[in-house]
T-cell receptor, first 111, second 114 residues
């Protein structure tokens, strides 16, 4: 069935370092891959997304890469700041448009 | 996105009562998705609706749960005879058209069953 695996489940980095979160998906028909940031008690917030016709997308300190052959995609955050601390979720679309989410990565950026 | 509205933000129900959760999508959005997030867990898809139609309810429990998105008014997720295991955050998201798939989440309703 449809499944998205996300690693690592927790990630601790020093302020200024880079953070990388990886996801794999099972549905070869998936064509849209968003990333959400969720702070404690808040709603998931769309921070970046990528479509299947693109291999890489960048927005300031955030970038996402997609390898459709291998069915995996990654989030890269450079020059991390304490306010980047949150739970990050990757997701992939199914053929009906629903999002299948990964299990989440708790990122802690130490000042 | 602040445009997606959900109410109530917090809801406390006793076991056996009914819970009604409301979601108003962003202006111009006609697609609504409901997700459930259990404590310390990820988001699980429940149901996808368009106006007056259920498109995909593959994530909905077979009993006690129902959803609607009428021609006028908000989308409603209804849970009958709630049990403690229903305690969770329920988020709705909306998108302008299915091809875009960009789903923007509301603030969620945190349901507590006592």
């Amino acid at each position: 069935g449809e499944n998205v695996e996300q690693h690592p489940s927790t990630l601790s980095v020093q302020e200024g370092d880079s953070a990388v979160i990886k996801c794999t998906y099972s549905d070869s028909a998936s064509n849209y891959f968003p990333w959400y940031k969720q702070e404690l008690g808040k709603r998931p917030q769309l921070i970046i997304d990528i479509r299947s016709n693109v291999g890489e997308k960048k927005d300031q300190r955030i970038a996402v890469t997609l390898n459709k052959t291998a069915k995996h995609f990654s989030l890269h955050i450079t020059e991390t700041q304490p306010e980047d601390s949150a739970v990050y979720f990757c997701a992939a679309t199914s053929n009906t448009g629903k999002l299948i989410f990964g299990q989440g990565t708790t990122l802690q950026v130490k000042p | 996105n602040a445009g997606v509205m959900q109410n109530p933000r917090h809801l406390v129900r006793r076991r056996g009562q009914e819970a009604r959760l409301r979601c108003s999508p962003m202006k111009g959005h006609s697609h609504v998705y409901w997700y459930r997030q259990l404590p310390e867990e990820g988001l699980k898809f429940m149901v996808y609706l368009q106006k007056e139609n259920i498109i995909d309810e593959s994530g909905m429990p077979k009993e006690r749960f129902s959803a609607e998105f009428p021609k006028e008014g908000p989308s409603i997720l209804r849970i009958q005879q709630v049990v403690r295991g229903d305690s969770a955050a329920y988020f709705c998201a909306s998108s302008p058209q299915r091809e875009i798939n960009e789903q923007y989440f509301g603030p969620g309703t945190r349901l507590t069953v006592t």
